[in-house]
């Protein structure tokens, strides 16, 4: 257990005011901290079970489609092995849920008046309607950024957007919109149907969510590969009349109760201050969803393992979460977060922390907040010491679009971890090559251990620098990280202007 460095408050007066600044008084005892991550660095480094257990259920639950019978064997599956830990506090915290499926869907392209039509491959993108027949003039908007909509503002009501889901020849400090904001801004300026182009080469075709909410959208959204936007966009370039895209898609949507599932290590001096650390549990329809998310909820798992397994208890409780349901609008964790707003709760979160496609860490994320970066950089420092390869890169930048989303937006402190994928593995995000080969196991060995040791610092601290921000102080924290504009685009920005 961490020691923290105390110092008398008479002295610690007149070290306040010869230095800097006071944060640093909230620092970690660096020796202390030494201690236990060297404990935990060889516990995982010599019985880490994350990368055998994703392989498991990669092979016995396959993928962990939310609402479907997969989405309940991996809920199952979950419960059963952080019980086989020695956990008794396991349980599901079930939620209501539309559960999106996709069923049929067609692309063909045809040129104005002409029978001379072309099928193109292709897959639907959650929430498209239960039912969709439309057929339209294809409109290209590019990156669909909000200027490439507004240069196209008088040309697409009633027609088809083509739309790329990355970001073909960026433009330098663009920034991407998730594939739910540009379908969103499709949807605003008019258009009746969607035609996402992923831009990974293979004829590798993405699915995903469409819908800002997690509820189902007016419009059919649907991916088609690289090099079938390459042919469509060369048939457009071709043509002397517009090119109309005909799209024919059924879908099932029904209202099922899915759990996320939380196991509760309790502090032993601060037991109503919770750690939260979370990652979502379910995966898309394509393939297994190894790598999202399972190298993040299959390391999550292997921390509360390896907590147990050291019989660690830090000063504050620690809450485990594998959430369902991000994939389909974040709905696991923002059941969690009005749970906990409705039962007094959210000010007894002191952190979340949050491992999506989280691999081999390189450093720490403090997400915007500085008030703690002091503490995060004696974590990282002491991390270094204990695992010199530890590359201890901090960073200060929020995002969205995780399980962290709707807790940041309460203004409960984030914090994350740095990490990398290499290009080969990203091609497959949310798509059909997403499965166990895709994992590298010394990597997600390195997951577990790092996040570990940031557990174990946050949760044993005797103080922590950062508190949950009021109101205003959210708002304006959004703001300063860049985060307005998606947030409007999605309807989430509650504040009036």
């Known amino acids: 257990m961490a ?6 408050r008479f002295r610690l007066v007149l070290f306040c005011i010869g230095t800097a600044g006071c944060l640093t008084a909230f620092n ?15 516990e995982v480094s010599e019985h880490s079970r994350a990368y055998e257990t994703l392989a498991d259920a990669s092979e016995r639950v396959g993928h962990r489609l939310t609402g479907s019978p997969n989405g309940s064997r991996a809920e199952a599956y979950a419960f059963d092995l952080l019980s086989s830990y020695g956990y008794k506090d396991v ?9 999106w499926a996709r069923d049929t869907v067609t692309l063909s392209v045809v040129p104005y008046r002409s029978d001379n039509f072309r099928d193109v491959p292709v897959v639907s993108l959650a929430h498209s309607p239960i039912e969709a027949h439309i057929q339209g003039e294809i409109v290209d908007v590019g990156n669909g950024l909000e200027g490439d909509f507004a240069a196209v503002k008088d040309k697409l009501k009633g027609k088809v957007a083509l739309v790329n889901i990355g970001l073909a020849a960026p433009t330098k400090g663009a920034r991407n919109l998730h594939r739910s904001e540009k379908t969103a801004l499709a949807i605003q300026y008019g258009a009746t149907g969607v035609i996402m182009v992923n831009l990974v080469p293979g004829n590798v075709l993405l699915t995903g969510t469409a819908s800002v909410t997690g509820k189902l959208i007016p419009i059919p959204s649907v991916c088609i590969s690289l090099e079938s936007g390459q042919a469509l966009r060369s048939w457009i370039q071709e ?7 005909v799209i024919d898609m059924t879908n099932t949507s029904r209202k099922i109760r899915a759990r996320n599932v939380v196991v509760t290590l309790n502090g032993s ?36 393992r390896t907590f147990k397994a050291l019989k660690l208890k830090p000063k504050r409780t620690i809450e485990f979460v594998l959430f369902m349901g991000e994939e389909q609008g974040l709905l696991g964790s923002k059941a969690m ?18 491992l999506d496609m989280t691999n081999d860490p390189t450093g720490l994320n403090a997400f915007g907040r500085s008030d703690i970066v002091p503490f995060l950089n004696t974590v990282g420092e002491t991390m270094k010491e204990v695992e010199p390869t530890f590359a201890n890169q901090m960073q200060n930048q929020a995002g969205l679009h995780s399980d962290h989303q709707p807790f940041m937006l309460e203004g409960v402190p984030v914090v994350g971890m740095n990490g990398h994928l ?3 593995v990203l091609d497959c995000y949310h798509a059909n090559c997403d499965r166990i080969n895709l994992v590298n196991a010394d990597q997600l060995k390195n997951t577990v ?12 601290a005797d103080d922590i620098p950062t508190r949950r921000q009021t109101d205003t102080q959210t708002r304006d924290y959004l703001v300063t990280q860049g985060l307005r504009t998606s947030l409007q685009i999605a309807n989430e920005w509650r504040w009036k202007e």
């Open 422 to 424: 290499t290009k080969d």
């Open 269 to 304: 001096q601060y037991p109503d201050e919770k750690i939260i650390v979370g990652g979502h549990l379910d995966s898309w329809d394509l393939a297994t969803g190894a790598i999202d998310n399972g190298i993040g909820s299959f390391a999550i798992m292997d921390i509360a």
């Open 3 to 8: 020691r923290t460095f105390y110092v008398p």
């Open 449 to 460: 251990r790092y996040s570990t040791m940031l557990l174990y610092a946050l949760a044993d």
């Open 337 to 354: 977060v009005e749970e906990l707003k409705q039962t007094g709760q959210l000010d007894k979160v002191r952190y979340m922390m949050n």
């Open 28 to 42: 970690p005892d660096k020796l202390s901290l030494q201690k236990a991550f060297f404990r935990i660095n060889k």
């Open 91 to 99: 349980r599901f915290a079930p939620f209501e849920v539309e559960a």
């Open 239 to 245: 043509e002397h009349s517009p090119l109309h895209a």
